[in-house]
Structure formats: C-alpha cells, structure tokens
C-alpha cells in the first residue's frame, strides 16, 4: 500500500492492474506453461490502461519489480504520448526468478 502522502496528493493517480491468479501449489513445470500467460496478459493490460484507459499523463511512475514486461512497455507507451517515464528500482525481480527458476537459468540473467 502507498504511503498516505502518495494516496493523499492531488496531483498522483493510482491506477492498478489487474492481476492474473497464480497456481500456488503447482509443480514447477506448470509455471513454464503459466508465465507465458502471463505475460502476455500483462502486456495488453498495461498497453490498454496506459494508452486508452486513463488521460494522458504528463509522467508515468513505475515501480520495479516486477521488470518484465513492465518496463519495456512502459518505455514504449511513455514515448507514445510523450509522458517522462520514471522508475523506482528495486532489483528484486532476479531474486524471485533466481528462487523459482534456479540462478543460472537463463531467463534470470536476463532479469539483471
């Protein structure tokens, strides 16, 4: 949750996405069939807010994680319609992969 200066200001709107639900005690072969799902339900939920569900803004605030796709459709629709992008980095997302998929998969460097 914001803090209530966030919440509070006038100039911020807050304007969440939707999340997917995720298998909780499924094996681990089961994420690779789901992560790709998810993504791509992420990348139409973000373009869809970013681009026609909210008026368009003059920044665009991410926090990161999570980065993929996060970031890199951020980038695209803040040059889109001219918003400044501005990231809050927490570089968490190779952690959480590194849990899940192991460090030295290959879609965990890519999360650096």
């Not at 992420?42 to 926090?63: E, K």
């Not at 803040?78 to 849990?99: C, E, P, S, V």
Request: charged fraction near 10%; glycine fraction near 4%; include cysteine.
């Amino acid at each position: 949750k914001p803090m209530n200066e966030v919440l509070s200001a006038p100039g911020i709107a807050l304007h969440h996405v939707r999340v997917l639900p995720q298998p909780t005690s499924a094996p681990k072969a089961l994420f690779y069939i789901y992560a790709p799902f998810k993504v791509l339900y992420q990348i139409c939920a973000l373009f869809w807010v970013l681009l026609a569900g909210i008026q368009r803004p003059r920044y665009i605030l991410v926090q990161n994680p999570p980065a993929i796709p996060t970031l890199l459709v951020a980038q695209i629709c803040a040059f889109m319609i001219g918003a400044r992008l501005i990231i809050d980095w927490h570089n968490y997302g190779h952690t959480i992969l590194a849990l899940k998929l192991g460090p030295a998969h290959p879609v965990v460097s890519l999360a650096t």
